[in-house]
């Protein structure tokens, strides 16, 4: 044991096992768990539960940050000990449960929980558990790898469980900045105009009474495992950096863009590769995960600064930052997420979104989050957080996929995560649409034009046509046709 | 002519007849025009752009602040004028203008439009035109009854003509709090905790040399025509007053609740209206407009202060209030819409928002805008800004009408202006379904138990278990029946 970790020596006697830590929850809690996109979650507290769920009637609530790594939401999910989970997740496992209508998933803006909590618009939770590097002498958390909702569960929940986790350095120390409204709901503004600004302390503040157990761990963040650039995401990031480009001729954006923000994934990924061989320079994120080619674009001298709630990284990249901590402090900063992601700062900052669609339609609506419009994927994540208050709201997606039989650009989105009202630029493999000061019908022409896969090009211009002749309307649908391309699909494995 | 609200004298010269100013117009051009919700909007100069365009070929961009009045879009719709709206209407001849592709319409936020052209997103501004009471010694426009976005319309056009209203008395001066994000895009904040702080100054800057025109009028705003409260709206604002108590018994709000936002329309009045009888007290409204409603209450000592961009009264009303401005001038204050409506605010305030839905779904899913998905009734307004952002984010409209045969409340909106995540409290004549913290399969069961017709119930319900047995999922759909009650309005006349 690593007591030295404890600076709040009178705590010491609460140290103890996982599995008798996780005697402290009882059937039907809510629990509130450290823990975004695989970073900083519990690794062996929550895996106690869900051994202990597999004996005995243990169905709790359980919120997070957002996703969790190590397998964990299966291990709960097959030991039945989850009755309700939110704001997100990515576990194959938990979403076949949640799609079987056995596990219920409430699918929320990431900047929301905390808000939501604070506001007793949720249930109270009852017992936190927050994976830390080490303990305060005043009992204050130092968080790991990310923050996520774990300041709002720390401040609300009844009781805390405390797993310091070895495997992160010390030196951690300064990469977090907790900053929390106070008052709610009559709070003050937050005080950050850049990426770059610092406003609050540097560990979680604890009631120290509340702390009911500590547990050590030594496991690794679970590593991300991201597919290499493709010939979609490298045609999806190029028609995006020329567009950027195009934007710096006009006199619209300078050589420094504005802050970027990007989702999880291959393309976030690849388009901010791009960013390595381009005349861009002294960029900023203010995002909420940051992955490796972060870290890549740090090295490289053209991002000054990351702001973000979690980082996720590769085994390899994790290894190399870790080494680092010292060199990157300066330039990274983790936050609550209800900061990283909060609306007024994202447009106070006027941030550059890129966020990807599962599919839009002609009029510029995105479905994040369902396939054919019933089975949830992951969840809207922070991507509304961002698309809404955006200086720029883009997204992006392959025009088509498995041989060509799916669409990703449709008469009509199965599910609507982010309307029209909040989406700017569309990018596919294809091409990118700019849709601003656009009314529907131009848009429509634009998407089609730019955006859909050559062979459904023609389909889709049909609807739209037919669309105006027989109903005409501000944004021309007709309905009894609107979802025909998603029931070819169920029916007959193709919407061609 | 009262040149004595001219007290730029050097400006005297610039005063001339409205046919005059119009001659300033040219084909093409992007004309940004003060009014909002039919008040403080131009009565002369619109109006002889319309009679210019019925001669000769003249098509322009129109942006306000939301709505006009004296049948304005009526007339610059059929002279042809209209190339493309932005960002609001609810001109009948104009929205038949849009449904029929003849204008191009932009259904935008409210508080997105100053953003969009402060960031480039959209054409630059040659002309404003904005309805002044009098105009201060360096050229500043003191408004009338709104603001809007007249403050990015002086700063951004090119070209500024000012519409003098003899008909607003100069007392109106110091109703106005005029502030502007300084520095796009690098901002600072916006330094509101509170609906009655005071931030900015009295009057709209523009530079002097910029003012083109100055015409008089004296036409007084177009009145609000308000339906009396009904047993519909009664029921519904019963409800919801109902609601707010229990809320308070549970400890969740106090009897001060927090800012008010409430669209316009009956049920937004005869909710207000219904906390005259209430024991609430002390309370604020952080809104756009402001109705007689607010007058009232104002006048019942139940609201201490309301704070919008625009005052939108019946015509006994607006005589009241401007015979007692002194006494309103304290306890009102009137904001640019970028204000007025900004994210950031409404979370930080905590803000109540209560606006009037087309139809809802059973898993909260909001339509505000279409008609059968296609044709366009107003827009989105300030609905969105405030739902996403709000304390509560509650929607209100009828469970049928048309003798019963529309059921608003349907197993899929037609068309999505507020998703699932953006939706906490959705009330009908029959019943409130508070939705927090609910998954989708949640939310359907409380939905078509609470808020559905009960000549409807059956079918929805009907609807909902076959899709949960046929297809399952997160949100279980059939999607090739999601439409099947719109199309049997359209196909029979009823939903039934």
Redesign the interface.
């Known amino acids: 044991m690593s007591y030295g970790r404890i600076k709040a020596t009178q705590l010491i006697d609460k140290v103890t096992t996982a599995d008798e830590a996780a005697r402290l929850f009882e059937h039907g809690m809510v629990i509130g768990a450290s823990g975004f996109t695989k970073a900083g979650d519990s690794k062996a507290v929550l895996d106690a539960l869900a051994r202990r769920a597999e004996k005995e009637e243990l169905k709790i609530t359980l919120m997070t940050g957002a996703s969790l790594g190590h397998d964990t939401d299966a291990k709960l999910t097959r030991a039945g000990a989850l009755a309700?989970r939110?704001p997100f997740q990515v576990d194959r496992v938990l979403r076949e449960a949640?799609?079987?209508?056995e596990v219920?998933?409430?699918?929320?803006?990431l900047s929301?929980s905390a808000?939501?909590l604070h506001?007793?618009?949720?249930?109270p939770v009852d017992i936190a558990v927050i994976e830390a590097a080490f303990i305060e002498a005043d009992g204050s958390i130092v968080p790991t790898t990310s923050v996520g909702n774990s300041v709002t569960f720390a401040a609300l929940a009844k009781r805390v469980i405390i797993e310091i986790n070895t495997r992160v350095p010390e030196a951690i120390y300064g990469l977090h900045d907790i900053f929390q409204?106070d008052n709610?709901?009559?709070?003050?503004?937050?005080?950050i105009?850049?990426p770059e600004n610092r406003i609050g302390r540097r560990s979680i503040p604890v009631d120290i009474n509340k702390i009911a157990a500590i547990v050590f761990t030594d496991i690794q963040d679970s590593p991300a495992d991201i597919a290499p650039p493709d010939a979609k995401t490298i045609a999806i990031a190029g028609h995006l950096l020329r567009f950027f480009e195009d934007e710096v001729k006009?006199?619209?954006l300078t050589d420094r863009l504005?802050p970027l923000q990007a989702g999880i994934g291959k393309v976030a990924n690849a388009v901010l590769s791009g960013f390595k061989d381009s005349n861009f320079y002294d960029l900023r994120m203010f995002s909420e995960v940051l992955q490796d080619s972060t870290f890549d674009l740090l090295d490289s001298g053209k991002l000054s600064f990351a702001s973000a709630s979690s980082i996720t990284l590769s085994a390899d990249c994790y290894d190399r930052v870790f080494a680092n901590l010292q060199k990157y402090k300066d330039r990274v900063v983790l936050r609550p997420q209800n900061i990283s992601n909060?609306?007024?700062?994202i447009?106070?900052?006027?941030v550059i979104a890129i966020n990807t669609a599962i599919e839009f339609d002609i009029y510029g609506?995105v479905n994040s989050t369902?396939i054919?419009?019933?089975?949830?994927m992951n969840g809207?994540g922070g991507s509304?957080d961002f698309a809404?208050?955006a200086?720029?709201s883009i997204f992006v997606t392959q025009a088509a996929s498995k041989d060509n039989r799916i669409s990703h650009v449709l008469p009509m989105v199965?599910?609507?995560?982010?309307?029209?009202?909040?989406v700017?630029i569309l990018v596919t493999d294809i091409g990118l649409a700019d849709l601003?000061?656009?009314?529907p019908?131009?848009r429509a022409d634009r998407i089609i034009r730019n955006c859909v896969h050559p062979e459904y090009r023609e389909s889709l211009r049909s609807y739209f046509d037919r669309?105006?002749q027989l109903?005409?309307?501000?944004?021309?649908?007709m309905?009894?046709e609107?979802?025909s391309w998603?029931?070819r699909l169920?029916e007959n494995g193709s919407m061609k």
Chains 1, 2 share one sequence.
């Open positions: 309700k939110m949640i799609n079987r209508g219920l998933f409430v699918d929320q803006h929301e808000e939501l506001n007793n618009c949720l249930p409204p709610y709901p009559h709070r003050n503004v937050i005080p105009v850049a006009k006199g619209h504005l909060t609306p007024g700062l447009r106070r900052l006027g609506n369902h054919g419009g019933t089975n949830i809207i509304g809404r208050n200086y720029l199965s599910h609507v995560d982010h309307t029209e009202h909040d700017d601003r000061g656009l009314a019908r131009e669309a105006c109903r005409g309307g501000h944004t021309p649908h309905l009894e609107a979802f998603h029931n169920r």
